[in-house]
């Protein structure tokens, strides 16, 4: 009878130790990788393909997983993709929003879920989180520079075209702040036009084509961004007109518009909008808020005007 308590005793015991066993030798189960979504409004512009390789390199550094979103200036597109985030559970979204009344249902969704939202340039109300960007002393500091390129360089009353981006709301202001610059500084100047690009190359180099069959002594144009900059660039070499009265302005700051003030040629100056910093500073936050960190609500967006004088290398 004692041998049998005895022998239950060592079985229990060899029994516990096994599963002592085998508790500890299960490795921790890891913790799910953060996941932020980043909605762009156009890749195939420069200034948000630059934006892109600037959060990702900073994704990468913080060990996060971006899902990086085109919504190719669609509203439906952008709105799919906040609801697909949403439903999938991120940790956080950042949206450079086209239409931003239309996605604050979507925010406040996000909310309901413990999303966090990083607005990305663009205005969208009830973001945790916002990288500013004004749109107004943007398009001033462009057309400044085409102005004062006319003061120096042509007869005070030369003609210019302002090529916008007018379907986008929140944009309106910056065509705005390209008339008023160009005039601030050549008050006598015309203005000939204001047509929509897009933001795109293509329609850039179309509407130049237009303009400059329409008005022969249109020389100056000042663009909405260097995506549409570069489409006119395109334009006007074509003409095959003499090159030295021209003037193109742009603004973002992207690589092939360094390259091509860099030429000192009629690419005459852009405004640098860093926009890899600026994925990077729009990732940061949206970790920030994730881990618990203190956030500022609104960070500025950093502007220089660059010319062949102090063009990055």
Known sequence: MKKNKILQLVTALLMLSLVLSACGGQEPEAEDTIQI??????ISMGYWTEQIEGAQAKADELGVELLVHNSDTDPAKEISAMENWIAQGVDAIIVSAVDAKALET????AHEK?????GAIHDLEGADAFVDQDEYRLGYMTGELAGQWITDNLEPDAEFAVLGFDGLEHVIIRGDGMEDGVLANAPEAVQVARQDCNG???LGMEVAESLLQAYPDLRVFV???DACALGIYEAIRATGKELDDFCVV????????????????????????????AGQMEVQMAYDLIMGNDVEAS????MQTITSENVPE
């Open 200 to 202: 795109s190359t293509d």
């Open 37 to 42: 979504g980043f909605s762009v409004i156009d």
């Open 299 to 302: 960070v500025l967006a950093p």
């Open 223 to 225: 663009a909405v961004n």
């Open 114 to 118: 413990g999303i966090f939202v990083v």
């Open 250 to 277: 742009g603004s973002d700051g992207s690589q092939e518009a360094f390259e091509k003030i860099r030429e000192e040629g009629i690419f005459r100056g852009t405004i640098d909008l860093n926009p890899y910093g």
């Open 106 to 109: 979507y925010v406040a969704q």
